[in-house]
């Protein structure tokens, strides 16, 4: 597994390289830019949160309203992938939109619009047994192949949207008659994610990838720990399309060996960050699965996962803070590593595969867990740096002081974790909508996890 693992991202970050650059449409969003150095934390984190929402708002492919694969200011590459949305970005971008409609940032009537909109495009989007693609053309909803064999279902860019759809259910089900109907369109796409499908032929164990051309040949079984937590919870929570408990114990968990002891900078571990050698991953392990996935006093078998991630972040951080390779700007208000752009054309960054840049999502989506040393990032980045890492859908995606290197670049995997994450600190709004639906419920406690937000 761990051959495949690194196999495949490395395989995908390269293609994410050589991709080109999705460029926004012009529109009347204009805002200011410049910095202001007297902000409350609170205001603060307030103008990052509905600044970076824009790039779900504002920023979206304008025919199916989803979320764009990438957006670069700087306009390096030729404009010919403009239309390309990520799946991922997309379900990140609804849980960004709902917070977006909670705090006013866009009324109401407009929000649902813009949600009626995208899950329109989800349903007539090509499907392969539930799932959708890695990328899909927002003017048609036609696949875009993520390469050459990736050209079928990506169950798990599929479950980062299948959380969202639990999200919008949850906000909408007790509405006025229209919203009841957002919230029955949200419930009929989750449920006709074909799960059980993805066990290639009843095996116990979740497979990435399938396509009707190339059926399983990407070979991709699913094995913990990473980011992909979330699509096993997901499937034994289906009610439609369900998985035995033996698929995330046997396949996911390894039949316990997923289960291990070590310390990264005096913080404890229980997990097997897979490939990382007793050490720790990139840090969207510690998000993408936990926008909906509310990690506080959840705990299985196998790990505490507030525990988990609480130090995760603190390992980095204090990786950064100790800087044994010497780069440029790190410190206490300038750490945070993980999967964004790189001076070496994309990296996972992490304590192994350290180039010495900085990716703002690492440590403001880690809010929830380090709220104190994230504040000293965001306002670094905010009134030190200012523009240099500032425009108009907040923080580009990376920099690196040490090269000199400040790319007016977006990605929407790294926007969406920041609006979503800022909101669960602030609210715990996404967590509370999530956790509260029954389905949910019921898979978790058949999986054997404990959390306050299970009913007794």
Known sequence: ?????????????????????AQGKKSGYNPDLTIRKNLTDEQLLDLVQKQTFQYFWDGAEPTSG????RYHVDNIYPENDKSTVATGA???????????????????????????????????????HGAWSHWIYGETGKVRPFGRKDNGGDLVETSFVAQALICINSYYKNGTTAEKALAKKADELWKGID???????????????????????????????????????????????????EVYHQGWARNGEIKTNFEVYGHPFTLDYQGQKNSVGPLFWAHYSYLGLNPKGLKDRYANYW???????????DYCVANPKGFKGYGQNNWGLTASYSVKGYAAHNPQEDFGVISPTA??????????????????????LGTKVW??????????ETDNWYPQRYLGIDQGPMVVMIENYRSGLLWKLFMSNEDVQKGLTKLGFESPALKK
């Open 1 to 21: 597994m761990k051959l495949n693992f690194q196999h495949f991202l490395f395989f995908s970050l390269t293609l994410i390289t050589l991709s080109a650059c």
């Open 66 to 69: 989803a979320g764009r694969e």
């Open 90 to 128: 997309t379900g990140f971008g609804l849980m960004a939109i709902l917070s977006g409609i909670d705090r006013g940032y866009v009324t109401k009537k407009d929000g649902a619009e813009r949600l009626n909109k995208i899950l329109d495009f989800l349903g007539k989007a090509d499907r392969f």
């Open 195 to 245: 799960f059980n499908w993805y066990r290639n032929d009843g095996q116990n164990v979740l497979y990435w990838h399938w396509s009707p051309e190339y059926q399983w040949e990407m070979n991709f079984p699913v094995k913990g720990y990473n980011e992909c937590l979330i699509m096993y919870v997901l499937a034994a929570s289906s009610p439609t399309h369900t998985v035995p408990a």
């Open 307 to 317: 525990e988990n991630n609480v130090n995760h972040t603190l390992a980095i951080h």
């Open 363 to 384: 440590a403001i989506s880690s809010i929830p867990y380090t709220p104190k040393e994230s504040m000293k990032v965001i306002r670094h980045l905010y009134e030190n």
């Open 391 to 400: 425009g108009k859908y907040g923080f580009y995606d990376a920099f690196s």
